[in-house]
């Protein structure tokens, strides 16, 4: 059928990466010059693959959950900002970040604000993971301007991911 766009769902429900994968990959080839939407996915990890196969849209509320939970995106992947490694870290989330909690707050007193329950901290936490996720999305977008999208995505993820 015709529309002005599409979508694919059911694809955050906890199934492997490589499972995620194979299945971004089988079904954006027969979706052609029509905005394409992945519902629910919010990992950056997700998000590059999405955008390797076709994906011009994501929405998800990941980012603001996992801040609720004592969670932040690094470059490096997800830190626990509880645990007690962050206890006298009086560095910034991310030094290159230059969201409102990087600049003003560092990891020793968000730390405190989760252990105290303090709703500051997720609202710090939850402006963090979406400038993390905005600042992401424009690297992409230079990368894929610059034709070295594959390269960038591959080389970050591995970052992330550790490897």
Known sequence: MEFDGYSIGSLSVGEPPKLYETIVQALTPHIHDKPLYLMGVGDPERLLTGIQYGVDMFDCVLATRIARNRAVFTNHGRIMLTNKQYERDFT?????????????????????????????????????????LHRLMEKAKTAIEQDRFIPFAKNWIQTYIGK
């Open 92 to 132: 910034p989330i991310e030094p290159d970040c230059d969201c409102y909690a990087c600049r003003y707050y560092t990891k020793a007193y968000l730390r405190h604000l989760y252990k105290s329950r303090e709703i500051l901290a997720s609202t710090l936490g939850s402006i963090h993971n979406i400038r993390f």
